[in-house]
């Protein structure tokens, strides 16, 4: 048994089951914690602080949907489901680790937990859901949490605020994802994107995208995979993938040539990364997330937000020039390889005091 055995306790904003990267991230953390024998909870609330708390925690509670059942979580990690994230329902820890604004509201006020041990993991500036709460994230930016940040843009938001952050960038699954067909071998016209209905996401600038691509090349055919039913009906050179297991996801990443990123913001941008690692030129927008790894003409094309022509251009282009579409693959394969989980959780656990 580990000497130094600490209890871990991460704090989400609702239940596990519909996968989402931030979700991912945090179930990775938590995999490695558990292997190194620390004791790790995940508190799902019903909700926040909402007076309807209970009656969903019966629902959830009795039918068990609120683990997660899309990423493989140890088996001695606990989730637990709570009416809210009042203290009285966390579990007594050594850290307890924030994940969303809210969470962060809530355990900055809890009495029974020192500074020291509160810890608030910022992988977006989640201003989306309405600027009249703007203030209140603000506030989790600048309470006693102690702050750590997925990216450089990120980093200057808290710097900006006079904030001191660490700053631990995403690592990646190299076992999961992985480059298997050649970049050269693959047809220029293999195209993919995710489907999202969230508008962050931008699947609508990037469909639109796609489409000045067809009407251009109509042997374009496009992969597109999400974790939600889709809304629309897509035509017969499109196939869609729900939801995708891990083959099936591996490979079409690696059958696609192109793979397009039109988010209008990003914390980091899981899905051009785990492109990047499958051997896709990566064509995308310029947010911040996806420059941690997403430099124009070096590692992709990069565009602006919400340019339609622009990021149909860069597909274009991509096509048009086979050298360039390679070179841009290769360099992102080459530089993507340095986001190891073995480097991000190193530099968790020192954040954490866990070393």
């Known amino acids: 048994m580990r000497k130094n055995k600490k209890t871990v306790t991460f704090l989400l904003p609702h239940n596990g089951a519909v996968p989402a990267g931030g979700f991912k991230v945090v179930y990775e953390?938590?995999?490695?914690?558990?292997?190194?024998?620390?004791?790790?909870n995940i508190v799902?609330?019903?909700?926040?602080?909402?007076?309807?708390?209970?009656?969903?925690?019966?629902?959830?509670?009795?039918?068990k949907s609120y683990k997660s059942t899309w990423f493989f979580l140890r088996p001695e990690i606990k989730e637990i489901l709570t009416p809210s994230l009042a203290e009285k329902y966390i579990p007594d820890s050594d850290v307890v680790i924030a994940t969303g604004w809210k969470t962060a509201e809530k355990l900055a006020e809890y009495k029974n937990t020192s500074s020291r041990r509160k810890f608030y993991l910022i992988q977006g500036y989640e201003d989306w859901q309405s600027k009249k709460y703007e203030w209140r994230l603000i506030n989790t930016w600048k309470s006693n949490l102690r702050k750590i940040v997925i990216a450089p843009w990120l980093q200057k938001i808290a710097i900006d605020l006079d904030q001191k952050s660490t700053l631990i960038e995403n690592g990646l699954d190299f076992n999961y994802f992985h480059l298997i067909k050649p970049i050269k071998k693959r047809a220029p016209y293999n195209l993919c994107l995710l489907y999202h209905p969230d508008t962050r996401k931008g699947f609508d600038i990037g469909w639109q995208a796609v489409q000045i691509v067809h009407k251009k090349y109509p042997e374009a055919r496009v992969s597109i995979f999400g974790a939600y039913r889709p809304l629309l009906?897509?035509?017969?050179?499109?196939?869609?993938?729900?939801?995708?297991?891990?083959?099936?996801?591996?490979?079409?990443?690696n059958k696609s040539a192109i793979f397009i990123a039109p988010s209008r913001i990003e914390g980091f941008g899981l899905t051009p990364a785990e492109a990047m690692q499958c051997g896709c030129a990566v064509v995308c927008t310029d947010t911040g997330g996806f420059r941690v790894f997403c430099q124009h003409g070096k590692t992709a094309l990069v565009s602006p937000v919400d340019n339609i022509q622009a990021l149909a251009s860069n597909i274009i282009k991509l096509i048009e020039n086979p050298k360039l579409r390679i070179r841009l693959a290769k360099n992102g394969n080459k530089y993507i390889q340095k986001f190891t989980w073995e480097r991000a959780y190193k530099k968790l656990k020192t954040t954490l005091g866990l070393l």
């Not at 009906?233 to 990443?253: A, E, G, S, T």
């Open 29 to 40: 953390y938590a995999n490695r914690l558990s292997a190194d024998g620390h004791d790790v």
């Open 44 to 63: 799902y609330p019903c909700s926040i602080d909402h007076k309807f708390g209970a009656l969903r925690f019966i629902f959830y509670f009795f039918g």
């Open 233 to 253: 009906k897509f035509p017969n050179w499109v196939v869609y993938y729900y939801r995708p297991p891990k083959n099936i996801h591996n490979r079409l990443y």
